[in-house]
């Protein structure tokens, strides 16, 4: 690998650099940041430009923990294609198939002056929609009603009752609207450093950087597992918690790669005491619950500070940290809705209805992201004995795409044969195929020691 940029990722190292220079991490890292491989996701923003440059922070922040160990920085090399593969699904079912990505309600439908996104994926959120509408879960009972509301005050009645849904805005509604103001006035990623407590005594296995690492991961659907996902293939020991009954079959066999999974009702006491002494000895903890969720349960940050005071802490919130919609339940459709994007994909295509990006870009970019911020986190403690909170959100992260420069787009090739990895991965619902990692570290293959395994499936214990 060459450790010096080459040409073809020039929007996404512009791209890497201010992600980077957010993480706080050293400017001359950059240098040792490359891109390969050619083609872009068709979009009206960049999107492969930003795949390729969270991979790519997030690799740099591997760089960082590797070099800490002594010796030179390795190279970083992202393959943008492969990176726009991760996009999307890097899941590749073999005799066996993935249920639909939607609930048969969810969806973009016109209003009386707009348009507005319901996402009704979980039975509540399909529930509170419904009941706003006064319908049935019927698609055309549905649109009849919506088309009788205001946009904005579907959206509102809808979140008012539990609910998730987005009127469409353009860039520049948001860009006025109260929460489009507060998250634009935010940093990419939310730093807090706390007072030194004694330096852990990690031993930094270069091929395996993050073997010994243990990471508590309370997230869901796609940004906070995308981040520990990630953390796995570099060796840290994941362990995922969900509670009783929870179930996501779209999105967990793509996310849970290199993880033990396991359950725990933090509303009951003994598993909340379980919970507790899992976190003790915990080095991350990432989670994606509402802001003040944790609070409810007896873990807000204080608890959590008071359980392990070296605690790297990462969390992530959909429509950021400040601003009227801060505690607002949100997901990467209701952004791209809500913040403009798929009224500009709309507007610039020359269709009739919503065009979102081609892949949940907001949050895939915001799970590298929230990674890079947890081993940058790691460098840190490892470094000063200092454990760190880092907040993200996906609005903050929309936001980052939409003022990013375009450069001119190339089309993907095809995924080829070539493009998966041939070694059959024994997932709990069939055997599967992976694309290859997007992301080469210098002596520190990117891979995972556990296939997808189902929610519930391991001991909540290290």
């Given amino acids: ?14 791209l890497a650099g201010q992600a980077w220079s957010a993480l706080k991490g050293p400017v001359s890292a950059l240098d040792h940041l490359s891109v390969a491989g050619r083609g872009d996701l068709p979009a009206v923003f960049p999107v492969t430009d930003l795949a390729t440059a969270s991979v790519g922070v997030a690799g740099l922040a591997v760089a960082e923990f590797l070099a800490q160990a002594g010796g030179a920085w390795p190279a970083v090399q992202v393959d943008r294609r492969l990176a726009s593969f991760w996009f999307g699904m890097s899941l590749r079912p073999q005799g066996w198939a993935l249920p639909p990505l939607w609930d048969a309600v969810a969806g973009d439908y016109p209003a009386a002056d707009g348009w507005v996104r319901l996402h009704t994926n979980a039975p509540q959120h399909r529930a509170a929609a419904l009941a706003v509408l006064g319908v049935e879960a019927e698609r055309e009972a549905v649109a009849r009603a919506v088309a009788g509301w205001n946009a904005d005050a579907l959206e509102a009645a809808v979140v008012a009752r539990g609910g998730c849904a987005a009127a469409m805005r353009s860039v520049a509604d948001w860009a006025a609207h109260p929460q489009g103001l507060a998250v634009q006035a935010e940093p990419l990623v939310h730093w807090a450093i706390e007072n030194p407590v004694a330096r852990p005594g990690w031993r930094i296995d270069p091929a395996r950087p993050l073997r010994g690492v243990r990471v508590l991961d309370l997230t869901r659907i796609l940004a906070g597992p995308t981040a520990t996902r990630f953390m796995a293939g570099f060796g840290a020991e994941v362990l995922r918690i969900d509670p009783p009954g929870w179930e996501e079959p779209v ?10 999974c396991a359950r725990l009702d933090l509303r009951v006491l003994a598993d909340h005491a379980v919970f507790e002494s899992l976190l003790r000895q915990a080095d991350v903890l990432v989670h994606g619950l509402r802001p003040g969720a944790l609070e409810r349960l007896g873990l807000g940050g204080q608890r959590r500070r008071e359980l392990n005071p070296g605690l790297v802490d990462v969390s992530l919130s959909a429509y950021g940290w400040s601003g009227p919609w801060q505690g607002r339940r949100g997901f990467d459709s209701l952004v791209q809705m809500g913040a403009g994007i798929a009224e500009a994909g709309m507007r610039l295509s020359g269709q009739g209805r919503p065009v979102p990006l081609p892949v949940q870009a907001i949050d895939h970019a915001t799970g590298y992201l929230m990674a890079a911020a947890a081993v940058r986190g790691l460098v840190r403690r490892r470094a000063t004995g200092a454990g760190c909170t880092a907040r993200l959100s996906l609005a903050r992260t929309a936001h980052w795409l939409v003022s990013a420069e375009r450069d001119p787009v190339e089309p993907l090739a095809p995924e080829q044969q070539d493009d998966l990895h041939g070694a059959l991965e024994p997932t709990s619902w069939g055997p599967a195929r992976r694309v290859l990692a997007p992301l080469q570290v210098q002596g520190a293959a990117m891979h995972w020691d556990r296939p997808a395994l189902a929610l519930g499936s391991a001991q909540a214990s290290w």
């Fill in 1 to 14: 690998m060459s450790a010096h940029p080459i040409s073809i990722g020039t929007g996404a190292l512009a």
């Fill in 251 to 260: 999105t967990v066999p793509e996310v849970v790669l290199g993880k033990r």
